[in-house]
């Protein structure tokens, strides 16, 4: 017979459509080796799957969740944004235009008179109100302010000294000149441009979540791993411990604490008061967490076998236990960062957080609070919507690491 | 007709025709004619003292609440300072003026005997005669479970108690060996010491005159350690926290603190009249609504409020304008008396030996002052509405000269820095911030009370102006208790306030604010504490200029001709603007007033001040009416 | 049950006392006392102050005594309903409290109605009808009501009732009706500004509680008995409503305890920016001025309320769940 089979082994006796009611069915052998060792061969794509690790499968659970991919892409975004502030803000950070006080914001055109020339805003005419004393801005459809790209210095307003080390004037967008401003979201009571102020504002709003994160975790992990491991009596002191802090309030406890922040030191330590402050009120939950999963972990095979061979409990602990659950903590500090930043913006917009000059989305947000924003210049109170835009990333991030953190499901 | 029956018949006549002439004569709201009318009232010509005392106004329109909002529940006690019930008072041109009393006569500001009305009353109804100021002299100034520093320092002059005289039962005397000018202008003031009590009513709290037990019991109710708080914490006349204890105001409260609101109501025997012999006040009622300090201008522009100046300022006076025809009310701007909306003190007390000699070095001052660019201050924060001007009088005061406003207040970037090179700061480091004689940056930590915006906004415009002279300032908000601790330490370089409180002066007022006076006068906390302690505390004055100040002060407290106070005060002005002490920044700021349109009688152009003027005080308020459409 | 309720009461009195302990330090954090407060605003009256007044006046206060005594002296005074003497204000504690506890209480409870009812409705609907566009959009929802920041919200929300319905500014009633008598106009104006705080504070706790009842429901709905009760015809809906909704209301019950400070403490900010007559606004103050036994007693107060809302609701669980009753508790 013709060895002609795509396998290379040889077919049975019959072609389709000859067979006989007797003929043994139609098979295939293979002519392979017999291989004793091998129960089943893997194709490259199932030994991938099979052999993958615990991180490569959550990061391919959360590959489906796409809003989730979406919104971690949006915080990498944001954080550069955060990092690189002095690059993406048009306008250092304490620069003035004392000749435009609360301008409104100015929509971006393309088309000027049918011609396309490029992105611009058009310029303002400013004029007193006589009765009201309200500065009064007209569009001035004549004024045409161009809009740069990649683009360095050449107005004022432009230098800047990145992270306070080295001075640069590098922009992402700069204005044309000192007479052709770019407001993309307006201007505040003292001329400040509310784009530049919020990237800015970034910059401590985001960082406070990360830091305070960090902290918390560290505790978290600490106290509810001891308690976790130990179990008895330690485990039961701390869960009281846990059940009185969570039954506290948080924004009271807060107040309260910020209170007790001397007002005479520098900003830096009160940024760093702060974050401790936040941080001090979510290990709980975190430390709950921890808790309960080392004490059904622990009785786990591997735990014991780590035991058995000798490992000190510090290693049982770090090693074995603590990444076995590492999905949960990321999960849960997702959800946690949002609370900082809620909890922050909350603080300063009571005055008890930081304070002017120091620029954060919540000193922003406390500088709006009042009726005359909500009617007059309703621009200023633009900071609110990365705060939500963050928090939202932040929650559907968790979730989807959430859903994701268990592959084996 | 005989003769000798026209005497009998004319005194019958008169005697029937009298009370009927009396109540003719004097009229009374609605509101009390009908508790009259019940006999809860004695009628209005037995509840006005004799004289009253006559306001030239009216007609008005009795009847009304009149809705004021606070910002926190103490502020109950601005209704002592509206209603401006004073013994003596200011009137709107600033004259002193009897009030409660009927008469004053002074001989040469040494011995003051005062006359009080017959027939004057508590708003209980009790006699107010001259036995609730010996009360208070002997009874609580004296006693010292009440006040263990003796009687207030006002009444001291150099540590001499006056020599206090009841001459009958409404006529009273003090007198000093030496002249006490302060005196007078202390009563009219909006927090006056108050030298008379409701003896009556307060009795039962002291000891030496409440019944043991019963003293106890009401020290044990209301968990007082001794006697002593316990009286002190109901005799308060200023704080209108105690709706029991009777006042002379127009309007007494009626709720006990705290609440929410507090109904303030017309006090029946209160002692002034209109022309045409009405009894005051016209309105019947002040609700005072607390809320938040943010709230009221969002409540004032609602046309939830029909009379309001505390907490409006001239960044809300945009959006009030726009809601005025809506709701009903009109938005007027009166002048302030602040001789500078907003001022910096150097710390001329600051421990740092280095720091010390240059704050001391006037050639400083003046390249600072010369530094501040208050044109552009003025357009940015105040609408172009205020005036670029030093710390010191305004032009409304007769004392005004031009110079002491505008003296080394220009915008000078070169002079100044002419002046900082000229005095041992020429070096510079490499971001152009001058360096002192050992090195240390030229950076000035400048510190707020952390109230307002308005203050942080202005100290951002000075920074960059100050940049370009070579100092740097880093802006440190605080808390008001704070910020006055660490400035009376001397910790803070520098700090920022108002300006002086009463920039509209005459020569007979006293020149105390420009003066080493006392410790909240931030630029030499620690001169002022050492006098307001007599020595005790604080330090004495190592400064020949500030030694010259108090020397003239001194002279101006025995001055006796006008001439001689005016000449002494041109003096302390002239030093003050040649020193620049403190760098004062604008003035002549204005503060918008919410008045209901109904409401009438209330200036459209006046002066808001606090002392003299107690803000609404001095306009009378028991004078505002509603009129009825 | 019984035993289940004397256990839980028990565990409830360390808890407190823990937590009266911590709020004493965190009451005495802030340096200084109240009377370094006193003294610094009576000389800058002009009333210079000597030293035997001082100690006069801190041995009157007691805060001349160790700060262990302090605190043991303000238990034993909270335990037998002396809760301190405010300085600020100058009055007992009991009289300042008691009149913002009703109020606390009105909003506090409404909004966690307000809360309940739509998580419900919003949670059940989305937990039918997983992965479809309603389901996106309403979760979108609920995280939109957690990510804005409330106090903002509160801000524009008074200001387009004012505009669109008159109601006054501020406030959680008319100022026309604060000293009158509780009519039923007193009450609808209360209505009448209360459905903001309501709304503003509610919506961050809508959230949460929506996706625990939609991942609770889920977990209801694959299980072997509604399989088997479908296959055997009974209608959707009765099937949905008759056994596992009941399931899936635990967690609105057992997680009272974490919505209630949830509540509470977004209501302390939403009562600044509003001024509403409840406890956030004296707190703030009494923190700033250190008034501390006023500060104390709304801190000590406000956990109090947790800790008895959570032991209501471990009550609700054990009375609706036989099989906690029966463990002694051990599911918690």
Known sequence: MSADTPNGGSPGNNEPGNEKPNDPIPHFVSDEPFNADVEVVLTAEQEKYYMASQWKLMWWKLKRHKIAVAAGFFLIFLYLVAAFAEVFAPYELQHRDVRNVYAPPQAVHLFHEGKLVGPFVYGYNARRDPETLQKIYTVDTNKVHRIRFFCSGGYPGSEYEFWGLFKGDFHLFCPESRRAPVFLLGTDRLGRDMLSRIIYGSRISLSIGLIGIVLSFGLGIIIGGVAGFYGGWVDNGVQRLIEVLKSFPRLPLWMALSASLPAKWSPIVIYFGITL??????????????????????EEDFAIAANLMGASTKRIIGRHLVPSFASHLIASASLAIPEMILGETALSFLGLGLRPPVTSWGVLLNEAQNIQVVVL???????MIPVILTILAFNFLGDGLRDAADPYK | MRLKYFAPAAAIVALTLLPSLASADFGQSPMLAAEVADGKLPPVDQRLPQPPRVIETGPGAYGGDLRIAMARSRDTRLMTV??????????????LVPDILESFETVDDKVFTFKLRRGHKWSDGHPFTTEDFRYWWEDMANNPDLSPLGPPILLKVDGEVPNVEILDEHTIRFSWSKPNPFFLPALAGPRPPFIYRPAHYLKQFHKSYAAPEELATRIKKRRMRGWGPLHNSQDNLYDMDNPALPTLQPWFNTIRPPAQQFVFVRNPYFHRVDAAGNQLPYIDRVLMNISDGKLIPAKASAGEIDLQARNLFMSHFTFLKQSEKKEGFRTLLWDTSLGARIALYPNLHIADPGW?????????????????????????????????????????SPLFREEFQTKWAGFDLDRANALLDGIG??????????????????????????????????????????????????TRPSQREVFRNRVFAGETMMGVWFGVNNGIVTANMSPEEFVPT???????????QYFQTEGQAGDAIDMPAAQELFDLFRRWQSATSDAARTEIWERILQINADETFTIGVVCCTKQPVVVMNALRNVPDDAIYAWDPGAHFGIYLPDTFYFERP | ??????????????????????????????????LETLIAEMASRGEAVDQNQIEALRRAYGLDKSPVEQYFSWLFGLLQGDFGWSFEHNRPVSELIGQRILLTFVVTFSTIAFIWIVSFVIGTYVATRQYSVSDHVATLIGYLGLATPNFLLALVLMYFANQWFDTSIGGIMDDKYRNAPWTLDKMLSVLEHLWIPVIVIGTSGTAGMIRRLRANLLDELQKQYVVTGRAKGLAPRKLLWKYPLRMALNPFIADIGSILPEVISGSAVVAVVLNLDITGRMLLDALRAQDMFLAGSFLMFLALLVVIGTLLSDLALAALDPRIRLSGGATR
């Open chain 2, 425 to 474: 700061l020429e070096k510079r480091d490499k971001d152009g911030v001058r360096l002192l004689p050992d090195g240390r940056r030229l950076e000035i930590v400048v510190e707020t009370a952390g109230e307002e915006t308005e203050q942080t906004d202005v100290l951002e415009l000075i920074h960059d102006s100050w940049l370009d002279i070579g100092v740097k300032i880093f």
């Open chain 3, 1 to 34: 049950m019984f035993r289940y309720i004397v256990h839980r009461l028990l565990l409830m009195i360390p808890t407190l006392l823990a937590v009266s302990a911590i709020v004493f330090v965190i009451i005495q954090l802030p340096p200084g006392d109240y």
């Open chain 2, 82 to 95: 509206y209603g401006y019930a004073r013994l003596v008072g200011y009137d709107s041109g600033y004259n």
């Open chain 2, 518 to 528: 006392r410790q909240d006068q931030y630029q030499w906390p620690k001169w002022g």
């Open chain 2, 356 to 396: 010390r000699a240059i704050f001391r070095n006037r050639d400083f001052r003046h390249a600072l002052s010369l530094a501040v660019d208050r044109e552009e201050i003025n357009e940015v924060i105040y609408f172009g509405l205020a005036q670029p001007a030093n710390n010191t009088v305004l032009p409304q």
């Open chain 1, 377 to 383: 210049y309703p621009w200023l109170m633009a900071p």
């Open chain 1, 277 to 298: 402050i936040l941080a001090m009120l979510d290990w709980p939950s975190l430390a709950r967490a921890v808790r309960s999963k080392l004490l059904s972990l622990r």
